[in-house]
């Protein structure tokens, strides 16, 4: 498959490019003058040369957020102004959309039309949410009761102060939208960044450095070191300056994170993978649980962590359901994310194809039956169909373990109580679907439900004011609304007696 539709002028810029470290307000080579190359996954060519930052460029990133945060005009900002930057970055995004979406259709694979219509304006919603919680992160009075100091008067009061320097490492799954979900609360609590993107999707990240400079954020405050996850990555999640670490990705990496993060007990966030339960109940409107069904599962190829991999649905509709998910599975228009009518484009890089034709491979061994898809598309590019498999067995691989590419499991349920404990049953517990006409059915099992999002008749509804992230493996803490701002807050209590 070629891409049809001319790579812009912009994206060109970038592929001789090879310096991308955004460091103290300056675009720098790697200190050791290497670059890497980013391919474009939906025809394995090369779309850009990038520079290689490792730990020296992460050391030094990490002493320019320092600098910016010690000293800089960044702390002694109101938050009035620093939210008014960050409102002026929400607008940036914006006018520049066209653009921002291209060099993510293009280095994600990911389909134009899907990241113009919700990554680019989720990513600048995002910012302009939390411009809003810059001015609001306000302390509180208290009357502390001191038993060994009788008759003593206090006046007390809380500040909620920056945590510091703070280290990111982002995925490839949603490149620009998951540094705007990392940046965001870090900006509007006064914290400094140096932001690690994901090997595979630097390029929008590295524009948006651009941005957020011709949107008057001062030298130092983000810094942006591209390089690969086992060298630069690495580095930051152990680095001595760096105050709190907060990653989203795999959950294996998750657990090296948090391991380096204890020489210095930096703070951890973590976002981290899913296997998330989408369930149907037979009093369900079925056709839109079906829609439901398949758009939790190949938006965005199937590369979304919350994605809604195993569907259970109750035994007497189990056919209709799983037949009408497999029609719409054939029916998805895969091809070049450029081409206007695609619908799902290839994964992202040959390694997260080989990741998913191999659990593919190990399906088919244990006896699933593929009543849509089950294999790769011929290249060149990482394209592999849309895919329905049944006749699984609880402790399969496909039914256990993150596939992350286009793969839904399906299995059958006879009631609450045995859907709930099946549904349960995974080490994550990021999200879940439950298609229901009951509403008491429907909140009850909300409760019931080890998730950190729970949709009602409908699936994939993200938005800068809800939280997000996961029980059990799936992480520690949340990003977006209020609750993310405690991440990047330390609480100090002052005691003045009176
Ligand atoms: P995937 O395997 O699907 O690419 P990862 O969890 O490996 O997902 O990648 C998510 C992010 O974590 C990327 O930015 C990647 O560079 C980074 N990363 C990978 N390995 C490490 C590591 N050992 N330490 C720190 N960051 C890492
Ligand atoms: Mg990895």
């Known amino acids: 498959m070629a891409i049809a539709t001319p790579v812009a002028e912009r994206t060109r810029h970038f592929s001789s490019s090879a310096r991308a470290l ?111 919680w810059a001015t609001k992160l306000n302390g509180g009075t208290i009357n502390p009761s001191v038993p060994y100091m009788p008759g003593a008067e206090f006046h007390a009061y809380s500040l909620r102060e920056p945590v510091g320097v703070v280290g990111q490492i982002i995925p490839w799954n949603f490149p620009l939208l998951m540094a705007a979900w990392k940046l965001g609360p870090a900006l509007a609590t006064g914290c400094t960044v140096v932001l ?131 029609k719409a599975a054939k029916a998805v228009k895969v091809g070049p994310g450029m081409n206007a009518d695609t619908e799902m484009g290839p994964l992202v890089s040959r390694e997260q194809f080989e990741r998913v034709t191999g659990y593919l491979a190990k399906g088919e061994q244990a006896g699933n039956r593929a009543l849509a898809g089950g294999h790769a598309i011929d290249g060149p590019g990482y394209f592999v169909e849309p895919t329905v498999l049944v006749d699984t067995k609880p402790d399969d691989v496909v039914v256990r373990e993150e596939i992350f590419g286009p793969v839904i499991v399906a299995l059958p349920f006879s009631d609450v109580d045995d859907l709930a404990r099946q549904a349960n049953d995974s080490e994550y517990g990021l999200a879940a679907g439950v298609w229901t006409k009951d509403i008491s059915k429907a909140h009850k099992l909300a409760k019931r439900l080890k998730a950190g999002t729970v949709w009602v008749n409908t699936y994939n509804v993200y938005s800068a004011e809800l939280p997000f992230g996961g029980f059990k493996q799936s992480g520690w803490g949340r990003e977006m609304g209020e609750e993310v701002l405690s991440n990047y807050l330390e609480t100090k209590s002052v005691i003045v007696q009176l």
């Not at 001595?240 to 795999?250: E, L, M, N, Q």
């Open 22 to 132: 955004l460091i103290n307000g300056e675009f720098e080579q790697a200190s050791s003058g290497k670059t890497f190359d980013t391919v474009n996954p939906a025809s394995g060519e090369v779309l850009a040369s990038i520079a290689e930052g490792d730990a020296q460029d992460i050391d030094r990133a990490v002493r320019a957020a320092r600098r910016a945060f010690e000293d800089g005009p960044w702390s002694r900002m109101t938050p009035s102004e620093r939210g008014r930057i960050m409102h002026r970055i929400g607008d940036l995004i914006m006018e520049h959309a066209d653009e921002l979406a291209e060099l993510d259709c293009l280095d994600n694979g990911k389909p134009l039309t899907i990241a113009r219509a919700a990554d680019i304006p989720l990513a600048a919603d995002l910012f302009w949410y939390m411009a809003g």
């Open 196 to 326: 690690k993107p994901a090997e595979q999707t630097p390029l929008s990240a590295v524009r948006l450095g651009e941005l957020m400079l011709e949107a008057g954020l001062p030298n130092g405050v983000v810094n942006i070191v591209t390089g690969y996850g086992e060298t630069a990555g690495a580095a930051l999640a152990a680095h001595p300056g760096v105050d709190k670490i907060a990653f989203t990705g795999s959950t294996e990496v998750g657990k090296l994170i948090a391991k380096a993060a204890t020489g210095n007990l930096k703070k951890v966030s973590l976002e981290l993978g899913g296997k998330s339960p989408n369930i149907i109940f037979s009093d369900a409107d079925i056709p839109a649980a079906i829609a439901g069904a398949a758009m939790g599962i190949f938006f965005n190829q199937g590369e979304v962590c919350s994605a809604g991999t195993r569907l259970y649905v109750q035994q007497d509709r189990f056919d209709e359901v799983v037949e009408g998910v497999a």
